[in-house]
């Protein structure tokens, strides 16, 4: 099964009570019907935020969120509406069989793939502690990595033998699944273990399951200081991010991750303190990986190593993730040193100031973008000015943008009115792509209309189809969405009822925020038909009104006469039907 059904959903949703569930992440107190707690989706001390059992719906009357347990439980741990839904039955005891997105689909050779990691992870560890593990232990503390260190990242050890092969096979794994799975070699028909002599780190999935691993050596002159598992059906390297599962916890709790590109960095990154860290593992950034961050936080440190790999690294991050709204920081360390060799070589005080003092996306970009530029030289900064206004015009926060633009007027001398008068121009282009943002106040006659003919249609099952039927339009066009989809609902199940038509929109922010709005209008009563009939009046009427303005407004720009002729004639024929 890929994902739950709409009927699935909707059985957890009913078997459950809203409060329960929320009162393990905020604290509720009763008043009448309703609980009341404060909002966790904005900065709050009060209790703003309602919960009704009855409705199965919560509201911030503050911030706006609104939605059912899934819309809360998904917003509040940041994970996917799926997760959620399989989260909340687990809460409640309830015994659902959910594949969430990206859990690999656990058909029969995978799990036995998973199986054939978690015994060898075992086994590894089990070999660092024997006698033969003395000098992988001696070398470990050498790199100053301790005990407990070992324990946490379950560092273990292969040795120089067959064992971990003989082990598998007796418990039946067949030769072809061990070679497979890159835990095994095959050679003149036997096979044989493939890690020897080296120091086991395993790597796991976003869920915590070793699925490979990476082995180093200690001893002699390898020449391959590090040997990956090979890509198998379930390691796949475009989606790993070492200590994801570890890591979890602290960086939504920080609200902030640290990205480096080895695991090395991320062990010796936890030995002083600093847990919110995640690994990816050398290779080129994906679009998957940085979709796994943001539904942890919005706050990414990048702290690459310091080499020009390093550099590029970092700039194709920044490339991936520009369509998605991190606030982006950066350390770069000197000396080309990694976040481990730093830390080891400088001490964990000069690593804590860097984090502390992690440049700014501009700023970072400031440095790039002069690197190569003279800016003695007129030339080079009316470049400079250039590449630069793109990235100053991002900037939302007023403080921190006048700041910068000081900097850019000390570092160039050019003049304030200048920088001010391209920023200008650059972000008139951009505006159009701005949403626009909900008006608190409905004012308009027709935005009243509007409300009133959803708060029937949510009220009363008659109207959706004497919607459909008579008017089947709305000005306002997430008003519109939400009408056609209870329409849709209605045709789909005969009947309307909001808690079921919110499961129904699943994670449809917008909608599932609108339709609690108009629930929550301050009306007495619904409507009567004649009533309905006069919101309708008064929609035509915007509708009629809008087609006459465009009408008048070609004929205004007309000179063809017979052209002319045409739109005046179509505009009198609206006028007259508005007459009838
Ligand atoms: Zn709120």
New binding site residues.
Partial sequence: MSKPSYEEILDIKRKINISDIIRDYVPLIQRGKNYFGV????D?HNP??SVSNEKQMYK??????AGDVFNFVKEYEKISYYEAVKKVAEKAGINVNIDTNFKPKTNNIFSRQYEIYDISNKFYQNNLNTTLGKTARAYLKERQISDEMIKHFQIGLSLNDNNLTKLLSNKGYDDDLLVKSGISVRRNNTIYDIYRNRIMFPLWDINGKTIGFSGRVYEGNDQSKYINTMETDIFKKGLLLYNYENARESIIKQDEVIIVEGFMDVIRLYSIGIYNVLATMGTAITNDQVNLIRKLTKNVILMFDGDAAGGKATNSYIEVSKNIDFDIKIVRLEENLDPDDYIIKKGKEKMLEHLAHAKSLFDYKLINSKRNLNLDNPEDVSKFINQIVKELSKINDDIVFDLELKKIIKLTGVSEELVRSKIKRDTKKNVVEKKPIRKKVRESKYDKASNLILYNMINNNDIILYYYDNLSYLPNEIDRKLASEIVLFFKKYNSFNLLDFITYLEDNNELVKRVSEIDDLKIDKISTKEEIDEYFETIKEYTKKKQIDELSEKLKNETNEVVRKELAKKIFDIRIKENK
């Fill in positions: 909002c966790p989706f904005h709050d703003s935020m911030c009357f503050v911030c706006g969120e």
